[in-house]
């Protein structure tokens, strides 16, 4: 009973230390492994001595083993083929080439440096190719870095860890069995992996399947359902073929997530908070374990390798695996920085330093502290700076720029002509092909389709765009578009012409959504295409100054206010951005409108004026010289001469 007691105690203490360095993480916005290591070595042998992991004995094997499990299924279930296609073969060439590169650079790195046997080096390197969703995914979220950075970043943290963990298992056994042949280790590496997406394809399917014909089952059953499956396919993926079980999951989690599953929002948000307490356990432990002498006492030697993986490997294998592809030096330049090892690094190393010393192979626990090195030297310098990189690069999902315009019309040809004219691309979609002809004469792409598509959208890049913009004829529409954009795409700035009715309980309301209501209330489009057709506007521009700004603000607001003024875009810091009706304005900010101009066509006409003159960009004296003392005695329709 007392040694059933002192288990129940290490896996209390276990968990409430987890859990407690994921929320102080969450307080001070740190990221989350960086304090569960702190947290696991304080209370493990080295430090107060409060857990012992060894206690559990071989029991620690099959937590880790059921836990990396789970944390692998819901990195698959984060995989979007849709979005990986976009990325597609510099993400195949960093799983394929980019871990041939890991494992011989790191290989010499810890030969000649660490002054590692080649055996024990080539392990090493076989253990550090990972780099881990557990770690990526929280970094990525936190720093909010551009969509196609994250996407390749998180496709190798998922899709590397079976390669890398079924590499290093298959390293482990030519060690232990003395069989140094190639060929047979590179065709027990395929069959593993094989084996494993044959029985997760497989599987994953079956349990989507079931999973969207079980109606008289409730969503929590569902839910023990697919882990009950997955543990299921994971067994036996490993008793068919050892090692097998971890490529098994990824490709379940990939499966499932692709087969438009109902209700898989709440699935992921159950597994989630599965993997949230697997990887806190797991770090806890593991950490605990770790012997502090034993990394000090590798030597200046394996902190160089460290170094040369992190600062030399990593760098090269962006470099070459990324050199045809469409990102710029700055995307590279942060991808060739940030490779944190994560929770499959330090369980494989921990099992492997078991199965060593069991085989009687010197290496084990050194292998063990130059993991658990690597892990800490990648965490803390790529995770603590990563945020400040983003910025300094300024590749974050604000900075990233171009746009996507559903609707074709004067108004919409009129604002894709400033990004156009800034270098950034538009692409505009639509149905109506009324004004195709004039768009095709600006040189804008216009895509004759529906926006409802998903596979338009696709097309037209939205992942990679930094503004949505909907603004048909038809406000309810566009509404809808935004919305469905903001949760299937989730670009930077989504934005839709729609009519909101702040005391209205129903209808269309974006209070609780993402989508920006553009430019101002209720704005009647068809009407100022219209006047863009007729040539009854003027194209304006102001900028805010600190000496009259809140007068600037008065005077165009109350512009707003009588219909004759439309804010279109605003210029920030060198950054165009359509606005919005809740756009806080600041001094500086430079504001382009349009303004309505009542005069009749036909004196236009005769002062020079024609239908298919292009606007000009100017500063308007109805908006710009007014005083604000003679403006504040006038009513609205004599300030602005209606």
Not at 145 to 171: F, M
Not at 296 to 308: D, Q
Not at 333 to 342: N, T
Request: aromatic share 8%.
């Amino acid at each position: 009973m007392e040694a059933s007691f002192q288990i129940t105690l290490q896996m209390v203490f276990t968990v409430l230390a987890g859990i407690s360095a994921q929320v102080m993480a969450a307080y001070f916005k740190l990221p989350s492994i960086v304090l569960l290591l702190l947290l696991g070595i304080l209370l493990g042998a080295d430090g107060i001595g409060l857990l012992h992991p060894h206690l559990l004995g071989t029991g620690l094997e099959v937590i880790v083993s059921l836990a990396t499990a789970i944390i692998l299924f819901e990195g698959g279930l984060k995989l979007d083929l849709r979005e990986m296609g976009r990325v597609s073969v510099s993400l195949q060439l960093l799983v394929t080439l980019g871990t041939l590169i890991t494992l011989l650079g790191g290989s010499m790195a810890a030969h000649w440096l660490g002054e590692f046997p080649w055996n024990i080096a080539f392990l090493y390197a076989s253990i550090v190719v990972v780099t881990g969703p557990t770690v990526i995914g929280p970094l990525i979220k936190q720093i909010n870095v551009d969509r196609q950075v994250a996407t390749l970043l998180e496709g190798e943290g998922v899709l590397i860890d079976p390669v890398g963990a079924i590499l290093a298992y298959v390293v482990l056994d030519t060690i232990l069995n003395g069989d140094p042949d190639p060929i047979k280790a590179i065709m027990g590496l395929i069959l593993r992996l094989s084996v494993g997406a044959m029985i997760g394809g497989v599987g994953g399917f079956l349990m989507s399947w079931i999973f969207k014909r079980a109606n008289f089952l409730s969503f929590e059953l569902k839910n023990l359902m697919v882990l009950a499956g997955l543990w299921g396919l994971f067994t036996l993926a490993q008793t068919i073929r050892s090692e097998s079980g971890i490529m098994t999951t990824v490709v379940a989690g990939a499966v499932f997530a692709n087969s438009s599953v109902p209700e898989e929002r709440l699935l992921r948000s159950f597994k989630n908070q599965l993997t949230i307490l697997s990887v806190s356990v797991l770090f806890i432990l593991l950490a605990a374990d770790l012997s502090i002498a034993s990394v000090l006492a590798l030597g200046w030697g394996s902190l160089f390798t460290v170094l040369v993986l992190m600062f030399v490997v990593r760098p090269i294998n962006i470099l070459l695996c990324t050199w045809n592809s469409n990102l710029n030096w700055r995307q590279k330049l942060f991808l060739g920085w940030v490779a944190p090892r994560g929770i499959v690094s330090a369980s494989v190393a921990s099992l492997f330093a078991i199965s060593l010393t069991q085989r009687g192979v010197n290496g084990g626990d050194a292998i063990k502290a130059l993991v658990f090195l690597t892990i800490i030297m990648t965490v803390f310098c790529q995770g603590l700076t990563a945020g400040w990189l983003v910025k300094w690069l300024r590749i974050t999902s604000k900075d990233a720029t171009g746009a996507v315009i559903v609707g074709c019309n004067p108004l919409s040809l009129l604002i894709a002509r400033f990004f156009q004219e800034r270098g950034e691309s538009v692409i505009i979609i639509d149905t109506d092909s009324q004004y195709f002809a004039q768009a095709e004469a600006q040189n804008l792409r216009v895509i004759a389709s529906s926006a409802l598509d998903a596979e338009v959208l696709e097309e037209a890049g939205i992942a990679s765009r930094g503004t949505f913009l909907a603004m048909t004829n038809n406000g309810e529409v566009n509404f809808v578009l935004a919305q469905r954009a903001a949760e299937e795409f989730n670009p930077p700035r989504v934005l839709a012409v729609f009519p909101r009715d702040p005391q209205a309980s129903g209808s269309v309301n974006s209070s609780n959504s993402r989508v920006n209501q553009a430019f101002v209330s209720d704005l009647p489009v068809k009407t100022w295409n219209e006047y863009l057709s007729n040539g009854r506007v003027k194209l304006g521009t102001t900028t805010l100054n600190e000496a009259e700004f809140s007068s600037q603000q008065e005077h165009i607001q109350e512009k707003i206010r009588t219909g004759v003024l439309v804010p279109l875009l605003m210029e920030r810091e060198e950054r165009l951005q359509v606005m919005s009706v809740n756009q806080s304005w600041e001094i500086g900010d430079r504001i382009i409108y349009l303004l309505y101009d009542s005069r009749p066509n036909l004196l236009k006409r005769l002062s020079g004026a024609s239908q298919s003159t292009a606007l000009a960009l100017e500063k308007l004296p109805e908006v710009e010289e007014v005083p604000t003392a003679k403006f504040s005695q006038l009513s609205p329709t004599e300030a602005f001469g209606n």
